[in-house]
């Protein structure tokens, strides 16, 4: 637990900060919810400058140059996905831990006291 917390407690990067451990979070974060989900993840490869593509799709639906936004993103969005596949040896406690959450979500007590945390300020 205490690694969870030292984790939370790092600082966060500053918005343009190119720090590595940044984009490493990044990549792990639906690695991480494949396995919490138990399920593989697709996430597309967003191509550089992705608001200029953006805006290179509205420009192109607005002018008819495509039909429709669908068909400007086959011209000009990702291509292909990231896979992240569910990692039976991570599922596991991640299955348990949720089993553990649903039975304090069950518990009266436990769940109006939850909710009173939310009155402390």
Same mark, same amino acid.
């Given at each position: 637990?205490?690694?969870?917390?030292?984790?939370?407690?790092?600082?966060?990067?500053?918005?343009?900060?190119?720090?590595?451990?940044?984009?490493?979070?990044?990549?792990?974060?639906?690695?991480?919810?494949?396995?919490?989900?138990?399920?593989?993840?697709?996430?597309?490869?967003?191509?550089?400058?992705?608001?200029?593509?953006?805006?290179?799709?509205?420009?192109?639906?607005?002018?008819?140059?495509?039909?429709?936004?669908?068909?400007?993103?086959?011209?000009?969005?990702?291509?292909?996905?990231?896979?992240?596949?569910?990692?039976?040896?991570?599922?596991?406690?991640?299955?348990?831990?949720?089993?553990?959450?649903?039975?304090?979500?069950? /518990?009266?007590?436990?769940?109006?006291?939850?909710?009173?945390? /939310?009155?402390?300020?």
């Amino acid at each position: 637990m205490a690694g969870l917390i030292e984790k939370l407690s790092e600082p966060k990067p500053r918005a343009g900060d190119t720090d590595q451990r940044a984009c490493a979070e990044q990549r792990a974060s639906p690695a991480t919810h494949a396995d919490i989900l138990g399920w593989d993840i697709r996430v597309p490869r967003i191509p550089p400058h992705v608001t200029a593509v953006s805006a290179a799709i509205h420009g192109a639906v607005a002018t008819c140059v495509v039909a429709d936004f669908a068909e400007g993103s086959c011209w000009w969005s990702a291509k292909d996905c990231l896979h992240y596949r569910t990692r039976p040896e991570a599922t596991v406690p991640y299955r348990t831990l949720y089993e553990q959450y649903r039975e304090l979500s069950q /518990n009266t007590a436990v769940r109006i006291s939850v909710h009173r945390l /939310n009155d402390v300020q």
